[in-house]
């Protein structure tokens, strides 16, 4: 079962103050039509996901993504959304460890967002490193499990047709023995009526024998 709580490492990059936050977003100059629907945007997905809805905090946060043009003056506000979606897609698979979907988003986010990561703070690359490494552990530990489901479904499957298929052979087997015992009864019943016949005919001819003798002898 995979734990609810981020693990120590995973709790720790989730800390970081990496980037800008959401509060930062929400106070973006609202002059900037681009930036003020983001802010409307982040605000909305925060209120969300600090009341655990983070299937709605990731939505909202992907439009405020959206929204911003893939251009350098808003590269640092699409890495904190991608960022705040990562986070959210982590929390998301705590609350629903069968959906194994947000497991894999969030591995994407953050390695796409370690390309971002200056290459000279190693510290930050090393803590991210540190989640994505966490990430596909549980991805591994989770595609383990379903192969294994799969597989149990598989023989359950197999079991079951071998087990028609058995079914399938002691009724042909005994409809079989069925029309044997029929077409023996029905041979039985023709030869107790051959040999009454012919007892019928044997005495028909002893009595022929018979009178045939009394009338020689008479004569």
Known sequence: ?????????????????????????????????????????????????????????????????????????YAKRRNVLAYQIAKACIEAYTLDP????????????????????DPNDQRTRDKVQGTLAELREKIRLADEREAAAREEVSAAAANAAQADERERDDTAARQEAALRRGAAEREARRSRRLMISGGAVLGGGAVLLGVMGYGLSWG
Do not use: C, H
């Open 98 to 117: 069968k959906d194994l979907v947000y497991l894999r988003k969030a591995e994407r986010l953050f390695d796409n967002y370690l390309a971002t990561i």
């Open 1 to 73: 079962m995979i734990e609810r709580a981020p693990t120590r490492g995973l709790a720790t990059v989730l800390a970081l103050g990496l980037a800008l936050s959401a509060t930062e977003l929400r106070a973006a100059p609202a002059k900037d039509p681009v930036l003020d629907r983001v802010s409307k945007l982040a605000q909305e997905g925060q209120t969300r996901f600090e009341t655990a809805d983070f299937a709605a905090a990731i939505e909202l946060w992907t439009q405020a993504y959206a929204e911003l043009p893939d251009d350098p003056t």
